[in-house]
């Protein structure tokens, strides 16, 4: 399968190289960047509505990954 035509350009997917130690954001990248999701990426349909990318750590599911790092008080 071809990568996401738009990954060099995508903020997502430099914060996921600058934090390669989490894995959930490299599953995100296999499976929606670099493999069978990509038509469903949140992040594709919210610059097709918007005109511009969601903030870098809105993931391609839709879910914001620095909720993933809080920890419960």
Avoid: T, W
Wanted: with cysteine; aromatic share 14%.
């Amino acid at each position: 399968m071809n990568e996401c035509k738009y990954l060099k350009f995508c903020a997502f997917f430099k914060e996921a190289k600058d934090h390669e130690d989490m894995d959930v954001l490299n599953e995100y990248v296999k499976v929606f960047c670099r493999g069978p999701l990509q038509k469903k990426c949140y992040r594709l349909d919210f610059m097709k509505k918007h005109g511009g990318p969601p903030k870098s750590s809105i993931s391609p599911s839709g879910l914001d990954y620095l909720e993933y790092l809080k920890i419960p008080s």
